[in-house]
């Protein structure tokens, strides 16, 4: 059998998350269903913690393709769009789940993932009367998908922007743990609550077996939200699968020490990469690297790895994505290094 470096959610889940899912098994969720059982109420409360906005309402999901068409639809008026960079999920990777609801994914170049002022200022110029959607929401994601960050001071001036110019903020947190415990990072939750207007927290690439915690902090984004959610399926019945699993997240920081664990397997294996010589695409910083390599030990990689080829460098070299999660066993990477 291979070994995946494919992606950080290959694995089931944290065994804590289990050990609970089995204490609570038989309790009965009579005070409610649809979210409103105990464990969730009790979930919400402990995310409240680190968020210290009253006004923040929370709503748990069961993935991230889901938040994201949830959160645009139910926040722009029909003529509305979304401004992402190339590389952003909602514009690669999810069906067009966002323009099946109807509205325009407006993208940008980006090198690093992240998208710059002057880009949104660019599609606001060019999108300028009735005859053309009129750009609204900025989504941007964090870890992007390039595995890169965003900083406060980066965060702050778009919040700046998007004030100036009618703009909503919008994170996809599906990797935000990996980007909250990077060594690099400067941003914390509470800073998310401030200046974004919704932004979630990703539980299925950080530990749960499923499951997003989308934060809206703009109250004028909040009314109906459950509504919208049952119409397009995404209330879940046994809510409490949700509720217990971001209630085992975020007690004794567990939320925090998983990210931090995927993230110190990723620098060991990009350490051991370096020093044999090679070097990245981007800088390493989260747990998602992309080394470059000849295509030819690539191929001999892949005969007993699993992982992405990401970016053509030249004819000979390309950059695969390795990604390192909570549960990658030592010897994974040790072996990895071995064999390069
Ligand atoms: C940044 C980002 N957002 C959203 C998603 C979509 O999540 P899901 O596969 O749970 O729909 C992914 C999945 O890879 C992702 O990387």
Avoid at 152 to 165: I, T
Avoid at 239 to 265: C, H, P, S
Avoid at 295 to 309: P, T, V
Wanted: charge should be negative; glycine fraction near 6%.
């Amino acid at each position: 059998m291979k070994i995946s470096f494919k992606d950080d959610y290959s694995e089931g889940c944290h065994p804590n998350i289990l050990q609970r899912m089995t204490e609570t098994n038989l309790i009965q969720t009579a005070e409610g269903n649809y979210g409103e059982d105990r464990f969730t109420a009790n979930a919400k409360k402990l995310i409240h913690k680190h968020l210290q906005n009253p006004e923040s309402e929370i709503h748990l999901v069961s993935g991230g393709t889901q938040a994201n068409l949830l959160v645009v639809s139910a926040m722009l008026r029909p003529h509305e769009a979304v401004i992402a960079v190339n590389y952003g999920h909602i514009a690669t990777h999810e069906t067009g789940a966002i323009e099946a609801t109807g509205h325009k994914v407006i993208t940008v170049d980006t090198k690093d993932g992240k998208i710059q002022v002057p880009q949104i200022e660019e599609v606001l110029k060019e999108h300028y009367f009735e005859h053309m959607v009129l750009p609204r929401m900025v989504y941007i994601s964090n870890t992007t998908e390039l595995g890169t960050l965003y900083t406060k001071k980066e965060l702050v001036e778009l919040r700046a922007f998007c004030d100036q110019n009618n703009l909503l903020l919008f994170m996809d947190g599906a990797r935000l743990g990996s980007a909250l415990t990077s060594s690099a990072n400067d941003i914390t939750l509470k800073d998310l609550a401030q200046l974004t207007d919704v932004f979630y927290i990703g539980g299925t690439k950080n530990g749960a077996l499923l499951g997003e915690a989308i934060v809206i902090n703009n109250p004028l984004l909040q009314p109906y939200f459950r509504y919208h959610a049952k119409q397009k399926g995404a209330l879940l019945a046994k809510g409490r699968l949700l509720g217990i699993q971001f209630e085992v997240l975020f007690t004794d920081g567990l939320f925090f020490e998983i990210g931090l664990a995927m993230n110190e397997k990723a620098m060991k294996l990009a350490a051991g990469i370096k020093e044999k010589g090679y070097s990245f695409w981007l800088p390493p910083t989260t747990n998602q690297i992309f080394p470059i390599f000849e295509n030819k030990i690539i191929a001999e990689l892949e005969k007993d790895y699993i992982f992405h080829r990401w970016a053509k460098i030249n004819d000979n070299q390309t950059a695969i994505r390795l990604v390192t999660s909570w549960a990658t066993p030592e010897e994974n990477m040790v072996n990895f290094l071995k064999k390069i």
